[in-house]
């Protein structure tokens, strides 16, 4: 049972475009949505977070939408470059359920100059 | 600049040896987490602690699996008995409560 689902898997743009990753969870009770990036040969760092009382997170060329109805999200990577690809993982946890963290099977962009 | 530091950053083992690596949490961080991560890219979450105490892990059946988190030494994560279906990343991560998990770079384990 996947909790937290990514698409697509795999993700071409030009630079300059807007890439749009997304992801969606099953459990309500997920309270905190961290996105990670990965470069090869390399380990996960945090890029961005969001928690549900906002449905807008805003960090430069990267803005995370949320919708928690749906219990979706998205990230947008506005004016892409070739430094962005990267896997880009979604995860989710819940704050006061000794703090699980879990991630989704990522999002493989590739950045093209 | 990670500061969760993690050792060896390789570690080969033959089947049935035993396999251990070791993790330093950010100052100050009191929970530590352990994923597995294949070579798919997929995390399978291991076992997590606060404060030296466990707080949740996988049903480890096989009981191949231990990890510690000792006041005043670092967290280790020791398979007893590698297989070459335990080759993986292993990531050790460490937060504060209800923030995101900082990841040392991780051991690489392969087990011929």
């Known amino acids: 049972q996947q909790q937290v689902r990514q698409s697509p898997q795999s993700l071409t743009v030009w630079e300059g475009e807007t890439a749009i990753l997304n992801c969606s969870y099953e459990d309500s009770t997920f309270d905190y949505f961290p996105w990670y990036w990965q470069f090869p040969r390399e380990s996960p760092a945090l890029l961005i977070a969001i928690r549900p009382v906002s449905n807008k997170k805003e960090d430069g060329r990267f803005t995370i939408f949320f919708n928690k109805r749906e219990k979706k999200l998205s990230l947008h990577i506005t004016d892409s470059q070739p430094g962005d690809s990267a896997t880009y993982f979604c995860a989710a946890s819940v704050d006061t359920n000794a703090y699980k963290v879990i991630f989704g099977k990522g999002t493989h962009l590739h950045v093209l100059p | 600049n990670s500061k969760v530091i993690q050792t060896p950053r390789y570690l080969v083992k033959g089947q049935g040896q035993k396999a251990k690596m070791r993790c330093i949490p950010e100052k100050g961080h009191p929970v530590v987490f352990w994923y597995q991560q294949n070579k798919n890219n997929e995390f399978k979450f291991l076992i997590n602690f606060q404060n030296q105490e466990v707080l949740q892990q996988i049903d480890m059946t096989e009981k191949r699996f231990s990890a510690e988190c000792p006041s005043n030494s670092p967290c280790s994560l020791e398979i007893q008995s590698s297989e070459a279906g335990d080759s993986a990343l292993y990531l050790c991560?460490?937060?504060?409560?209800?923030?995101?998990?900082?990841f040392g770079e991780g051991t690489r384990l392969s087990v011929l």
């Open positions: 991560a460490s937060s504060l409560q209800g923030q995101a998990p900082l």
